[in-house]
């Protein structure tokens, strides 16, 4: 196995991989087993004022599934912390005492001016390597906290401020996606002082409705809510985030990616759009901690099949290749191509280049083959999507020289 | 590889080894999984693979890191999940089975395997040199699993073996449309990739010829013989022309003179003494070899068949015609070849026990089948030269190699054995277990010994 390890806002991760301030950061023991398995750090259960008492609706999760498979992504409506302080600072202490080599990051949401100061010295005493400040929960039922501060620019650069005063501790901001642009808070987070950007929180979201009750169908007691959703289908989200944040010259902070991210390949994404570490829940939430033994064995196998010596050596590497759609170069065009030879007959390729496509592909119902047309096909490739037959797939996108912009004919 | 994606069972030639799945449908299969909690299928393994975590890494997409768990923990992955019959082992204990069919663990194994063939990923590491030299004797799946783990802790291994290939049964008794030559050969090259020197054309014969090994300097010796000597049946006809073991058959299909043993059974009736998998292979190749009808006599019933149910019922797909809890008493003959079989149906004496010492004919049910070949599968035992081989190496009543079933080795020092040479028949992965197993006890034996 490679050397994992990376340097994170100063701090030596053993592997980049974390576990997010999240249900799967809840306790001291279960972190345990995670950074036994793999994980480098974890970003710890956040924890709120004591004078505000958090306690969680029944049920607080619900799964998001798609045809036969099971959590694509999860609704929660969890909050910060409802364990004691007390109890949680002891599982820090705990943490750093018995995997002094993991990062612990001391995740915090005050619920006045006061409580950031005092909950930064807290988790400071505690013994974490970092705090982030948690902006960005999407559905805090105590007013004024969570993603609201997260869409309250100024709030933010306060609140960092507050901490930043108080310690010399590397500096997180945790930053919601359910805002215009993520950039706009992340500078405010760093003229407050922050010295990173964990992105993103969950996006707010409604797994479902009952058909028969009418109530959402994370139904607390016949009542639902818009909350958190979080899972692979987010990742998209997280990934355009991150790249947004990375290519923000004013910003020039090191980034944690957050959202959807389970596989070595999700993670490698995270690291070449720009993120340093990958925090992640949903996954565990999935699987359970062995998701990152191949996490780790999986980046391991990448990097030496790539040459690529440290983990810091990924980070980054796809955003030369992330432009604006204005740049595209329009003259040049394709269509899809089709290894007619492997085509089984579904047809359903057919079926959506007619009904949502160019409408440029044949059929020929005896031979039960599609007919191409590269002069009509404006190469959406959706029929490419649909196609079931893969190693290589049927269906590719081909260049086509002096090929002029397919444009659908007018009916007649 | 070249395989055919076989349709509705059917054999069309002898070499159509059936097609493994795509990436595409290995993740599909993946999916299925239901990646248990101490997962049953991984305890089910003679050889300790490892489904529950193979599949589980396909599943998260770390496909190199399946094929390491399945290659580092068995050298012969891809032949195990080829010829082992899953269905009564990893995926019999498949949680899927509650709520579903299991999870095609055979198929997603050999599909890693040979991704890992097709990427040149080669995840086996090899410890520096020990300076121990080791001796196997035979390499089939035991000696080659044990020459794998020693090589890989370090030993200089030098497999003797007498055919022309290796292999063993993998090679000279499985037919080509199970398991074919070019996935055998991609398999053992992995052995050699470990430094295991394979001296094919090398018997080793003659009085105390293994234990000789021991004074030309290897430091042990593993004995992976086989059961290659076929039992033979004492009915009248026996020595008939056109009457052959099931061994010496699929032999000859596999490397002997091809167009000699497709004129034994091409446009003929052929019928197989024999009710196990072996009977079922020597059925199908007669099928691929054009035979006409093709019978195979068992004395159990169809319940009770020795042979895999998967092989039988290819068997049947393929036209075989099996005649369950019947006994051959003669082979007739016509002009010195074999011309037919008379035979009777049998039931049990006693309940509990398939010998047939146990069956009782049924008057009135005698049949007499018209057959121009007849094929004995009843099984093989071991070579009959290991005594003269080994004498202080003690063997069993029934000719078998007495082992220390913890340690596997002999009453002789230094002299280990494994495989069906010594357990009888067994399954390929038992072999494979047993040489891991052996290889185990060298290594402490080396360093005991030191």
């Known amino acids: ?412 | 590889m070249g395989k055919t994606l076989r349709k509705n069972n059917q054999l069309t030639s002898l070499f159509d080894m059936e097609e493994g799945y795509s990436l595409t449908q290995a993740v599909a299969e993946a999916d299925r999984c239901l990646l248990c909690h101490d997962a049953p299928c991984s305890a089910a393994c003679p050889a300790e693979t490892d489904p529950g975590k193979f599949i589980r890494k396909l599943r998260l997409r770390n496909l190199k890191g399946a094929v390491r768990t399945i290659k580092e923990n068995n050298i012969l992955g891809g032949i195990c999940a080829v010829v082992c019959p899953a269905g009564r082992l990893c995926e019999e204990k498949c949680s899927s089975t509650e709520i579903d069919r299991p999870i095609n663990i055979g198929k997603l194994q050999r599909f890693l395997v040979e991704y890992g063939w097709q990427i040149g990923f080669n995840p086996l590491l090899k410890k520096p040199a020990n300076g121990a030299k080791v001796a196997v004797v035979g390499s089939g799946p035991a000696g080659l699993a044990c020459a794998a783990a020693l090589s890989k802790e370090g030993c200089e291994v030098t497999v003797f073996e007498s055919a022309r290939k290796p292999g063993g049964v993998l090679r000279y008794g499985v037919p080509s449309f199970r398991l074919d030559g070019d996935f055998t050969d991609r398999e053992i090259k992995d052995v050699a990739a470990l430094g295991v020197k394979i001296e094919c054309g090398s018997p080793v014969k003659g009085r105390g010829a293994v234990e000789n090994l021991l004074k030309k300097g290897f430091k042990a010796v593993f004995v992976g013989a086989g059961l290659p000597a076929p039992y033979k049946l004492n009915i009248p006809g026996i020595n008939l022309k056109n009457v052959t073991t099931a061994t010496d058959f699929l032999k000859a299909a596999r490397a002997g003179n091809r167009e000699k043993i497709s004129r034994l059974v091409k446009n003929k009736n052929v019928a197989i003494i024999g009710g196990g998998s072996v009977a079922m292979d020597a059925a199908g190749t007669c099928k691929a070899l054009k035979a006409a009808k093709v019978y195979c006599i068992a004395l159990e019933s169809m319940r009770e068949l020795p042979a895999y149910k998967d092989d039988w019922l290819m068997a049947v797909d393929n036209g075989i015609i099996i005649k369950p809890q019947c006994r051959v008493r003669e082979i007739t003959g016509k002009g010195g070849a074999a011309a037919g079989v008379k035979g009777v149906e049998t039931v049990w004496k006693k309940p509990g026990s398939c010998l047939p010492s146990n069956a009782k004919d049924v008057p009135g049910t005698e049949f007499s089948l018209a057959a121009g070949a007849v094929i004995i599968a009843i099984g093989s035992g071991p070579d009959r030269g290991l005594a003269e081989m080994m004498p202080k190496v003690k063997l069993t009543g029934r000719g078998l190699i007495q082992v220390d079933k913890k340690t596997l080795a002999t009453s002789a020092k230094g002299i280990y054995a494994g495989g069906d040479a010594a357990r009888g028949p067994a399954l390929v992965v038992d072999s494979v277990a047993d040489g891991k197993k052996a290889a185990g006890s060298i290594i402490g034996f080396l360093k005991g010994a030191k």
């Not at chain 1, 619920?111 to 930064?120: G, V």
């Not at chain 1, 590397?170 to 990173?196: F, H, M, Q, R």
């Not at chain 1, 099949?305 to 170069?329: M, Q, R, W, Y």
């Open chain 1, 1 to 412: 196995m490679r050397d994992l390890s990376i340097e994170f806002c100063g701090v030596k991760f053993p592997t980049p991989f974390l576990l997010s301030s999240s249900p799967v950061s809840n306790t001291a023991e279960m972190i345990a087993r995670g950074f036994e398995k793999g994980f480098g750090g974890v970003s710890y259960k956040t924890l709120g004022g004591e004078n505000t008492k958090i306690v969680h609706p029944s049920p607080r999760m619900r799964s998001y599934d798609y045809g036969g498979k099971k959590v694509i992504g999860v609704q929660n409506v969890e909050m910060t912390t409802d364990r004691p302080l007390k109890d949680n600072i002891n599982d820090i202490k705990w943490l750093k005492k018995n995997f002094p080599k993991h990062a612990v990051i001391g995740s915090i949401m005050g619920f006045s001016k006061n409580e950031w100061r005092d909950l930064a010295l807290t988790v400071e005493d505690a013994g974490v390597d970092m705090i982030e400040l948690n902006f960005s929960c999407p559905h805090m039922s105590v007013e004024g906290s969570g993603m609201k501060v997260g869409q309250a620019f100024e709030l933010v650069r306060e609140f960092t401020r507050i901490v930043r005063e108080t310690l010399k501790l590397p500096i997180l901001a945790k930053l919601t996606s359910n805002v215009t642009d993520i950039t706009e808070p992340a500078l405010y987070a760093k003229e407050g002082g922050a010295d990173g950007i964990t992105a993103i929180n969950t996006v707010r979201g409604l797994a479902g409705v009952g058909l028969d009750d009418f109530v959402p169908s994370l139904n607390v007691y016949g009542k639902g809510a818009i909350s958190g959703y979080s899972g692979p289908g987010i990742k998209p989200i997280g990934l355009k985030c991150v790249v947004e944040l990375a290519k923000k010259k004013e910003l020039g902070l090191p980034i944690s990616g957050c959202g959807g991210a389970e596989t070595w390949m999700d993670a490698v994404e995270y690291l070449l759009c720009g993120a340093s570490t990958i925090q992640m829940t949903t996954g565990v939430i999935r699987y359970g901690h062995r998701v990152v033994e191949d996490m780790c064995e999986g980046l391991s196998d990448y990097m030496d099949e790539k040459g690529f010596k440290g983990v810091k050596d990924i980070v980054g590497k796809a955003l030369p290749n992330i432009h604006e759609t204005s740049a595209f170069d329009v003259s040049r065009q394709g269509a899809a191509s089709y290894d007619l030879d492997r085509c089984i007959g579904c047809g359903q390729c057919h079926i959506v280049c007619q009904d949502a496509g160019g409408q440029s592909l044949g059929w020929d119902s005896k031979k039960r083959r599609p007919i191409p047309d590269d002069e009509k096909c404006y190469s959406c490739m959706i029929c490419s999507f649909v196609c079931p037959v893969g190693d290589p797939p049927v269906i590719t996108f081909k260049d086509i020289k002096g090929k002029k912009p397919s444009i659908a004919a007018p009916i007649r």
